[in-house]
């Protein structure tokens, strides 16, 4: 399971892999991977399955309040990835060696099922052995995961992501209305498998909803 | 990000990818693209999916009131794909780079919910976060796509799809009611990620439906 | 477009192609093509995603009341699959090149709105663009395939199929209730057309009905 | 039809056929196969999609009351699954060849279908053709599959399922509501085709009870 694989090309198979999973489609979504170098992050607004390593950001990981470029993409014509406060967040708050912004429209339906008109709220999930892929949580738990309000702008969501995650420290997820969610790990590996939970406890929560059935055992 | 693909062959492999996504089933569907030797297209009734690149048509581009073929298909059963003049209307009336037409089950889908018995109408979607992935078009704002009615043959459509184009000049998009939808951009990229976007669009606006659920936010 | 792959390598790509749809999962479904040296079929209960070219039977082309082998797999273990009366009926009744048979969940589900007690019934669709991927069909035109009753075993479908192929000349497809579909055509090309085709006509039915919603324009 | 395949390389390759199916994301899920060597097993808690053969542990076959070490991946980092003695129910009780744990969402909602608060209960399903691919299993015969309650750890269910397994002996699947299913056959073809077959069922008692139709020709 040793895994060599130099962290932009990492980044660009995952992308890949989560272009599959429908979680970066429309250049939506993506993955940020800290590494002893630093941070590694996307462009923004381009094509997430599509991008090759010399595209990947390098960022100095020990300045945490602001963007320092170690490393650009030869293109001019890129910027930074607006998510790029976001992460790190996940960078400062947690010590996160990854974090995962996904787009899965189960995320969405999720959200909506506990936050109709899109406020802050909470997801609630319970009874479901899947849980036990999260940092903590046991499948006879409560999880309970912050849900956060939607802004015009990526950027905009920095404070209120903070305060989410301050309120729950043991929860290492973030839903924004409307829109996805943020998850991290102390490594890639972790903060995948996180996301992959959370995306079938998602699917699982609306498959129920619309079953008519409960989906947390009573 | 730098794309040296030639454009025969950038179109088979997208048509390859959007037949994993569902959007060219059934020989259907499909993708155009323009370049400084003039303008691509697929044969007529062709599997999109296994074509190969000498299969590809190259039209004359400035010649957008009728096919001008500059290089055909050795294949002398082939003909010319019946969405010629629609794509023409996106490089004609709005100067785009690329054209595509899906048959997703999502678009399908959507427009039953916004036009039940296949008349002209306007889908709406407002508070996802994927629309920004549309040009000029905010999270928070109102989303207005054009759904004109279908005809017995592809290239009857084409008045009433220029017509709606007029109607929403800020939209990159007509929906075809109990057919699919055209999708265009600039270039390939941006064809292709709005084309992304209004698919994941149309999907939320279904799944919420089906939960009983408004999808926009009040 | 020229296909120069031998028939036994085809119907493996198309195997693994159509598992990936989900037509063929659990050792069911499959494709018989018929080639100027014959007929070619799989075995019978094999996983057919992962068949090899030498796994594959030839039957004689020109005694469609039984089956005639002329080229057996070395693999003493296989039987000929239970289809064979099947497909024939295709090749004897309409000439047909290419027979592929289906156990897509759509198909099931599509089968259950029409005759929900599994008794033989009509399954009728219209309005939809896809169905002009069908032989003789408009997209207004009211598409009308016959279900007939599922049986103990797969070879006591032969008589109820023909009569239902004698029922209904125009239509290249027999649904077997709480089973699947047969679906066929002059060549491979076409049969998988149609059964694209096909797949997405009954699929769009289903989601249309948990929509509450016509799918059919009126 | 042969498969020359060393078992672990096997084991991994069904693995990324398995994440593929949403059977194992998340780590969760995987297989057990038996060869002449021993029982080769995966370790716990790994993505099992990018599972390497030098990670899969090869235990004693005689010795099925409890772990016994032939050969362990060099990663000391590495502990056997958790489902070790779960599977050894399926070679202890079954003489099985190999056995499948599947995460399957269709799993687990068809489970809440007969089993609403997660306690034992049974599944039925009966008058579908896909229930062929089930050993001693006709299409109108009435499938009936145990469910057994889910534990804390996932050791803890080894009693209940050996129960359960002995209560319906011409069943070769255990569902774990909240959970998942496992599945076994006498070689890893049948072990996979059964879960397939299960899989689809799964499903199909879903859907069509999304359709208020009932799934079972009565």
Same sequence: chains 1, 2, 3, 4.
């Avoid at 995961?145 to 992501?161: F, G, H, K």
Wanted: with cysteine.
């Amino acid at each position: 399971m040793t895994d060599a694989t130099p962290i932009p090309d990492l980044i660009c198979e995952l992308c890949r892999l989560f272009y599959g999973l429908g979680w970066v489609s429309g250049t939506g979504g993506g993955i940020s991977i800290r590494g002893p170098e630093g941070i590694f992050i996307a462009p923004s607004g381009v094509q997430k399955e599509r991008m090759q390593p010399e595209d990947i950001y390098l960022l100095d990981g020990d300045a945490l309040d602001r963007a320092v470029v170690r490393r650009a993409p030869t293109n001019p014509a890129l910027k930074i990835s607006e998510c790029r406060p976001l992460f790190f967040n996940a960078y400062r708050q947690r010590g996160a060696g990854a974090v995962i912004h996904s787009h899965s429209i189960w995320a969405l339906l999720a959200a909506r099922l506990f936050s109709p008109d899109g406020r802050p709220g909470e997801l609630r999930c319970q009874g479901i052995e899947m849980q036990k892929g999260l940092r903590g949580v046991g499948c006879f738990d409560t999880l309970r995961v912050p849900i956060i309000a939607n802004t015009a702008r990526e950027a905009e969501l920095t404070d209120s992501m903070a305060a989410a995650m301050d309120a729950y420290p043991d929860v290492d997820a973030v839903i924004v209305a409307g829109h996805g969610v943020y998850v991290w790990g102390r490594d890639w590996v972790q903060a995948k498998t996180q996301a992959e939970c959370y995306d079938y406890l998602f699917r699982a929560l609306v498959e129920a909803h619309r079953m008519g059935l409960p989906i947390v055992a009573t």
